[in-house]
């Protein structure tokens, strides 16, 4: 059984919510990240698909970072990053053969490969690498493992280490009406969307009638679907005691692209923003060649930092493509934005009411989103 | 109990009833759309995301 996927999960969660809340009383504090690890083993064995898969990239990974970062003090740091990427570039690549299959690809690969990479990434070389309990928790904690939002090492620890002190009446009534509201996001909204709006006209026509509706519906049903399973993730947590990062606020009142992924799937945008876009924009800024250009560093390092981040759902035309478009977005504001900094005045709108402006800004992205959401999703058919 | 803490009782209590309705009605057996696959009120989530 996968996450968020039958009933059961739902009476599992209670009961995960239960448990740490009835030891809270009997236990120390510092003892609930083994009650958690219980917990996650216990579903991870019982009910997940291919746990030893899970259990053997835990292990991989952490035997990795110890060696590199803790024993031979490794500096440079891209071996590593390549070495704890490995089996999810093997799957992206689809470079697999023979037994191999047998191993990859499991549920939980690529945000485990996200967390731990974070984590790699985030140790300072003097910093003992964690308890291995807590890495394991960190890496399947049970309502975030498949879906997100991304967490870091850091964040989930302190949460972690304060486990039994975060389980208040208080968290557990904003917990769950962050549940309820993922509940009705997932459940009620994306699903009616999903039944009687996104399919109403044939995927493939292409009247532009019905490819607009197409594109309209899959933009709010994404949302509903994703942003209903990040509550769900956030809420359960919350009344087990772990705060996990608001992952979707309001996407659809954007008023530009860096303003877009602060509200959607905020988690990916800052992992890519702190393990991609800045690493590269510093690397670029390093080059001789470069130093002159810090505007078309900045938009290189933009334009591939979405690319990357559209081929991670695959080598794809749409997947890729959207990700280009969503790229484009970013270069074309950040260029407009530098430009109305350097002239000291708005390049497009000019004199314009700033509340007239932040309407047609809020319209326009409005409809680039859904169209790039509209290739991301594969139905668009030319 | 003052103004504010009634208005949200009443807010919470009617958005509870819409979503549990809302739940009811899109997985209920009655609700024969080829989407429902589910068969049962209480298993709603049994559908595949």
Known sequence: ?382 | MNNSLLTRLVLHTVLYTVIALSLYLLYSPLNDHPKNKAGSSTQFVYQQF
């Open chain 1, 1 to 382: 059984m996968l996450p968020f996927s039958s009933f059961e999960f739902f009476i599992i969660m209670a009961l995960f919510v239960m448990i740490p809340a009835i030891l809270k009383n009997f236990m120390k504090p510092e003892h609930y990240k083994y009650v958690l690890a219980f917990l996650n083993f216990a579903f991870l064995t019982i009910w997940f698909p291919q746990p030893w898969h899970f259990f053997a990239l835990v292990v991989y990974s952490y035997f990795l970072i110890w060696l590199l970062s803790d024993k031979l003090n490794v500096q440079n740091r891209i071996y590593g990053v390549l070495l704890l990427l490995l089996p999810m570039l093997l799957v992206k690549f689809d470079i697999r053969g023979g037994d191999m299959n047998k191993w990859l690809p499991f549920a939980g690969l690529s945000y485990a490969s996200f967390r731990f990479m974070g984590y790699y990434m985030d140790k300072a070389p003097e910093e003992k690498i964690v308890n291995v309990a807590s890495y394991f928790n960190f890496l399947s904690f049970t309502p975030t493992m498949l879906i997100g939002p991304i967490d870091r090492m850091n964040r989930f620890k302190a949460s972690e280490d304060n486990g039994f002190a975060a389980i208040t009446t208080d968290n557990f009534i904003a917990g769950w009406n962050a549940f309820v509201k993922g509940l009705a996001f997932k459940y009620v909204c994306a699903e009616l969307i999903d039944r009687y709006w996104l399919n109403i006209f044939p995927e493939e026509s292409t009247e532009l009638l019905h490819m607009a509706n197409t594109m309209y519906a899959y933009y709010f049903y994404l949302f509903f679907d994703f942003a209903g399973y990040s509550f769900m993730a956030l809420g359960i947590g919350k009344m087990m005691g772990i705060i996990v990062p608001v992952n979707f606020t309001n996407p659809f009142f954007a008023r530009n692209p860096p303003d877009f992924w602060k509200r959607f799937h905020i988690s990916l945008g800052d992992w890519l923003k702190d393990y991609f876009f800045t690493p590269l924009y510093l690397f670029m800024s390093r080059k001789k060649s470069m130093k002159k250009y810090p505007v078309t560093r900045q938009n290189i390092a933009l334009f591939l930092t979405f690319l990357l981040m559209g081929c991670w759902n695959g080598f794809r035309g749409n997947f890729v493509i959207s990700g280009a478009v969503l790229g484009l977005y970013s270069v074309v504001y950040n260029t407009y934005a530098i430009q109305c900094k350097k002239k000291g005045r708005d390049v497009v709108f000019g004199n314009m009411n700033p509340k007239v402006v932040t309407v047609i800004s809020i319209f326009m992205l409005f409809n680039l989103i859904a169209f790039a959401l509209y290739i991301f999703s594969g139905k668009l058919h030319i």
